[in-house]
């Protein structure tokens, strides 16, 4: 049994909707071998065993997008703000 076989059944396949104009996964789907699904305008279909959507095709791998930075809540920005104006006065209090 082949892995495909026993994640996803025999007979299915993983198909990755790739735009062609800059190789982003629009979405991954699971279609019945021999299907006859065609890919719309301006995509491809590319076999998906370890993508997902919002990958990026490069013409031979699967990449993943960099994740976002965490961004800390205003309220939290202002007072960490405060703290280190408060560590700073202490520093000279302390010379």
Do not use: H, Q
Request: hydrophobic share 40%.
């Amino acid at each position: 049994m082949l892995l495909g076989e026993f994640l996803y059944g025999v007979g299915e396949m993983r198909k990755a909707l790739i735009r062609k104009a800059d190789g982003f996964v629009e979405n991954v789907i699971e279609t019945e071998e021999g299907a006859n699904w065609k890919a719309p305008d301006g995509c491809i279909l590319i076999d998906a065993f370890d993508a997902s959507s919002g990958d990026t095709w490069d013409g031979t791998k699967f990449l993943k997008p960099e994740p976002e930075p965490t961004k800390l809540p205003r309220d939290l920005e202002a007072e960490i703000t405060k703290l280190e104006a408060r560590i700073s006065a202490l520093e000279v209090k302390i010379k």
